[in-house]
């Protein structure tokens, strides 16, 4: 219908009543100005993936979905983790990715760690085909030829080769006794994620790989309630866990965030392999 691709009448009727998001037409011209998107995402921040031209990756509106923090931010830990996820930010993609980064932005122990999401950052590459595992930048200044450094600040710009920039967090990581999680959808790793995962080996650093059987993190109400879950529990569990037992396990730590229920009722479309709970990365 006509009236779903209105800016003033979508943004009334989403203020309403958030179901009406599903109406919205996510291909009208709308999602091209900056100031229907900012609106959109403080009311549903996965709506990001929707903007048009640069205002996905937009500081301003990435910083109302909640998907990327100020440096004005206090956190109450000193460690600082990194997220590897597949890029999540444009319409052909899941939100599988940005679902997980705003789960760990509200998690109770997990939201007090400063948190590096590649998919808000930098997206320029030194690589012509941006995660070809053959090139062999792995983010060190010495083989990366768009290692740039912000003037001031002298860390990652906008500028700067992705994978320099997420080696330069994963070696804070390491540094402050952090960790990198990363979030492996139910098609498997990403290419991208396939080199992240050399550059965690190569820095040492201690990696959880969240695994599942489902599209969803979690499932609610448009479920049967003996179906419900809220797999983003089970990786907020077994950091913690991490961390009560002095940070003395270092092997890559497989962690399910599934649905269980679902494998065992419903077999064949939700079964899954399980992991043994740690390997060498």
Known sequence: APMWSEKDFVMSMVKLNSGAFEYVDKQAPMWGEKEFVLAMVKLNGLSLKYASGDLNQDSDCLRASSLWHSAKVTYSRVEKATLSVKFSLSHSNSQYASDFALAMSKDPFLKN???YNPNA????????????VSHPCRGTAQICTKPDLAPGSKRPCSTSCWRFAFRF???ESKATNGFLIQ??????????????????RQVGLKVFRTYTNIEE????DDFAKEFHFNGFDAISKAVKE???TGCINNYLENV???????ADRIRGIFSF???PRYEQL
């Open 273 to 275: 392999k399980e992991r």
């Open 217 to 220: 993190l979690q499932w609610g």
């Open 113 to 115: 760690f400063s948190t």
């Open 242 to 244: 991490w961390y009560d």
């Open 169 to 171: 967090h994963l070696d």
């Open 121 to 132: 950052w930098c997206n320029d590459s030194c690589d012509p085909d941006f995660t070809n």
């Open 183 to 200: 979030v492996e959808e139910k098609q498997g790793l990403g290419d991208g994620q396939d080199i992240e995962t050399e550059m965690a």
């Open 256 to 262: 399910f965030v599934g649905n269980q229920i679902a």
